[in-house]
């Protein structure tokens, strides 16, 4: 009877406030940086898994993650062909964090890619607690500013990353865009 309980209590991270109760948004690690791992959140099973590649779990072939890979909980982009839904994806620019961590953070900036004819957002992202920042750059200008090589490294990575997909170049939108994003596409 307590393994059911124990079972029952998992924690559902997909549906987790968007915003802690310090009204920081949230995102929840998938990927650690420096990582060739990546991982998935199954919402069924309440469980991060290690995604898979024709029945093997998969391997980024290319660089490692450059950055903390994950989602902001509680946001759904609907596919318009297959009425799927999923998170915002989310890069958080600190120290290798492990998967499953929910991380407070501060939105600097959105990364578009265009991969087949589908919009992709990347909300890239710094820890709201100062201990945990690496990059001091609370917006876009100030990424640009102090750490120009980091945009184009970031970039360059999303682009390709996965050799099976053809990603374009969508764009780069600054931190009040990313906002508003984040709002349009709240559950």
């Known amino acids: 009877m307590l393994l059911f309980l124990v079972a029952g209590c998992k924690t559902d991270y997909q549906h987790l406030p968007t915003f802690s109760e310090q009204k920081q948004l949230q995102v929840v690690i998938l990927t650690p940086a420096g990582s060739n791992h990546p991982q998935a959140y199954d919402a069924q099973k309440k469980t991060f ?14 660089l490692p993650a450059p950055a903390n890979l994950g989602f902001i ?25 492990a998967t499953g961590t929910v991380v407070e953070v501060i939105p600097i ?10 919009t992709n957002y990347v909300i890239v992202t710094i820890p709201a607690k100062p201990s945990e920042q690496v990059v001091a750059a609370a917006t876009l200008a100030e990424l640009k500013t102090k750490y120009p090589a980091a945009k ?15 990603a374009r170049l969508g764009g780069w939108h600054d931190e009040k865009y990313t906002e508003d994003l984040i709002r349009r596409w709240l559950e």
Do not use: C
């Open 49 to 62: 898994v290690n995604m898979q590649d024709a029945g093997l779990p998969a391997s980024i072939k290319f």
């Open 73 to 97: 909980p509680s946001t759904a982009l609907k596919n318009a062909e297959t009425a799927e839904s999923y998170p915002l994806q989310a890069l958080v620019l600190a120290e290798s964090v």
């Open 109 to 118: 900036g959105t990364l578009t890619l265009q991969i087949a004819d589908e």
């Open 152 to 166: 184009e490294i970031i970039q360059q990575w999303f682009l390709h990353h996965n050799p099976n997909q053809k």
